[in-house]
Nanobody, 123 residues
Framework: QVQLVESGGGLVQAGGSLRLSCTASERTFSSLAMGWFRQAPGKEREFVAAISLSAGNTYYADSVKDRFTISRDIAKNTVYLQMNSLKPEDTAVYSC????????????????WGQGTQVTVSS
């Protein structure tokens, strides 16, 4: 069982930055694939970014490409989501997720989820 703990959400003005962190309990952290997803009120959950922890390959949704960066610190069992140039439409609950094996953009493929952290971007 992998436990994920997120932190770093909050309120920021448009154009600002936030960094989300997700720390995993799993000792075989480097064998996982990790993703960030978000869900805004009244909308379906959507993929934001993902990273292969072993190879470091990264994947992004078109809506966040060039603004968000996903990275990992294997020694700390932690994945980060650096969010720059934030827009009001980025407002959502952001959740990290983990799975064994290859990286995917489909949330249904991920077996483990964090509790979510609120990100609010004011205009």
């Amino acid at each position: 069982q992998v436990q994920l703990v997120e932190s770093g959400g909050g309120l920021v003005q448009a154009g600002g930055s936030l960094r989300l962190s997700c720390t995993a309990s799993e000792r075989t952290f480097s064998s996982l694939a990790m993703g960030w997803f978000r869900q805004a009120p009244g909308k379906e959950r959507e993929f934001v970014a993902a990273i292969s922890l072993s190879a470091g390959n990264t994947y992004y949704a078109d809506s966040v490409k060039d603004r968000f960066t996903i990275s990992r610190d294997i020694a700390k069992n932690t994945v980060y989501l650096q969010m720059n140039s934030l827009k009001p439409e980025d407002t959502a609950v952001y959740s990290c997720a983990a799975k064994a094996g290859w990286t995917t953009k489909n949330g249904r493929d991920y077996a483990y989820w964090g509790q979510g952290t609120q990100v609010t971007v004011s205009s």
